[in-house]
Nanobody, 118 residues
């Protein structure tokens, strides 16, 4: 059974940093691209960052380029999102999933809440 478990969210001041983690299980993680997505209150889920199976290709949404970085550890079945210079508009629930974009290949996990506020 596929499981995607996100963690690392929290409350942070504008300009601060957080690192999100996603623990994946139940599928051949090293063979799949992985991505981070977010859903802000009242908005649709959007793609934030994608990393290919071998980490050779990474793509970030324009809104987070230069501030966020995605990485993965295929030995630990983990994918990470380092978020720097956070802005209030980054406030959302963050999710991970497999594939190169929405709608994601597997059922969504519970996500991790990120709140950027002073």
């Amino acid at each position: 059974q596929v499981q995607l478990v996100e963690s690392g969210g929290g409350l942070v001041q504008p300009g601060g940093s957080l690192e999100l983690s996603c623990a994946a299980s139940g599928f051949a993680f090293r063979n799949y691209a992985m991505g981070w997505y977010r859903r802000a209150p009242g908005q649709e889920r959007e793609r934030v960052a994608i990393i290919s199976a071998t980490a050779r290709i990474m793509d970030l949404a324009d809104s987070v380029k230069g501030r966020f970085a995605i990485s993965r550890d295929n030995e630990k079945n983990m994918v990470y999102l380092q978020m720097n210079s956070l802005k209030p508009e980054d406030t959302a629930v963050y999710y991970c999933n497999a594939g190169f974009g929405l709608p994601g290949l597997f059922n969504w996990g519970q996500g991790t809440q990120v709140t950027v506020s002073s």
